[in-house]
């Protein structure tokens, strides 16, 4: 039996190792194969999918960068997605490349004590239209810390993403199920993975000081007198549409709020 992976409707510009790298993706995360089994070969494939094999290689690219797959001289296997997602000192720096900025918080955040969580649940209905998404639509769910050693919040954000962002972006689309079981997500990578499916997008941010009262959930024994700021992000592409909105809240006095510009 073959797939073949065309271009249907209004998203023709999605490039086919995309969706080539989302059904391999598809069936890696509900191991088939297992971790530590061999995916077939890329003659197998080309013919599943009816492409070429530049394209299959392409998408096998895709997937190493992931971690979901591992190549040697024997072929392409399966990874454990848990056991091999990056540290903050291995290469995903190269892999975003130098001019990609990192989600969601800058690179100082990867050198801190991280927590983050996925969930699937309603943005407040002040954001669904704005998200492309109807009242009570549930969507994809990003919570992030950054915290001292001894525990104090440097800077927390929560991220909205929206129903385009979920359906031309792979990497994203894959946490349509079980949000829940995927613990620490890296999503890092989360712009480039915007610009490999062909979105380019624009940050607009919003910089303001909260009231001086502590945020709802710090953590026990944050630095309470700290000076804090808030960012209000919301992320574009080049037909109009809001991708993503990010509220960041930081301690001036813990931790810097680095972000970089550019096209």
Known sequence: MTEAVTDRGPRTSVPRYLRVAAALRDDLVHHRPAPGSRLPSERHLAIRFRVNRQTVRSALQLLREEGLVLT?????????PAASRPTADEPWRGAAGPHRRPFPGGPRAA???VRAALSWE???ASLAGRL???PGEPTLVHRHAVLTPAGASMQRSVSWFSRPALTEVPQLGRFRRGAERFRQPDLRLLYHWMHQAGLRTTHRES???????APHGEAEGADRGAFRLSVHRVVGDQHGRTLEITDIDLAARGGAWTYEFGG
């Open 72 to 80: 040697d001289r024997r072929g392409t296997f399966a990874a454990d």
């Open 111 to 113: 050198d801190s004590l």
């Open 122 to 124: 309603a943005p407040p």
């Open 132 to 134: 492309g998404l109807a």
């Open 207 to 213: 910089v303001g000081v909260p009231a001086p009262a």
